[in-house]
């Protein structure tokens, strides 16, 4: 009887040993795939945030991109305009200076009976274009520059009063004719220093 009983505990104990061992294995085998779950759910949720941050940097590295190329491009734009209004300042200087001093000086030694109104009216034309071709011109030039301009526009309008008709001949103040022609020197070289620049930019 005794015996009986303990081979019944035996196997009740082996039988819920086995069951405890069965049950840990079912236990530990769900307790896995839900692990595993959690982890591949994590898993893809962090890939998913990594790729919409990384599509974020593309995002903003092609907008800063763009935004580098659209400045280059109007600063390329805004320097090729300045280089056009210098190019034409230069240009309307150099027409109105070229000739001119030649004209005012011979006209200002003619005898006053060859002195006209309308070439003192044409001269005078070309003074005012000077004027205007200097205002023009002033932003690309440096203060001596500028005050050679004015030197020489006053010069001119000097030499021009012996144009008027009923003037006597030019021929006491070779000073004032020898400064005209040096001043208009110095413009011409102004002139050609500043296309040779621009050329040099191109």
């Known amino acids: 009887m005794t ?8 196997w009740s104990v082996v039988a819920g040993s086995a069951g ?3 049950l840990l294995a079912i236990a530990a085998y769900l307790g896995r795939s839900q692990l595993s779950h959690w982890l591949s759910k994590d898993l893809e949720a962090i890939k998913a945030s990594h790729q919409r941050e990384l599509e974020a940097y593309k995002v903003s590295l092609i907008a800063a991109v763009e935004r580098t190329k659209a400045e280059q491009d109007l600063k390329k734009s805004s320097a090729l305009k300045i280089v056009e209004m210098k190019f034409a300042a230069f240009s309307a200087l150099h027409a109105a200076s070229v000739g001119g001093c030649a ?3 011979s006209t200002a030694k003619m005898n006053s009976d060859f002195k006209s109104a309308e070439e003192y009216a044409r001269l005078r034309g070309v003074v005012q ?3 205007q071709a200097s205002y023009s011109v002033r932003p690309f030039l440096g203060h001596d520059e500028i005050q050679v301009l004015t030197n020489y526009r006053s ?3 000097k030499v021009l009063a012996h144009c008027l008709p009923d003037t006597s001949p030019m021929v006491d103040q070779q000073d004032l004719i020898d400064e005209l022609i040096a001043l208009e020197s ?8 500043a296309i040779s620049q621009m050329q040099t930019l191109g």
């Open 20 to 22: 405890s061992a069965a």
């Open 186 to 193: 110095q413009v011409d070289t102004l002139i050609r220093s």
């Open 103 to 105: 004209d005012v000086v």
């Open 3 to 10: 015996a009986e009983y303990g081979w019944e505990f035996l």
């Open 129 to 131: 274009a000077l004027r």
């Open 155 to 157: 010069s001119f309008v």
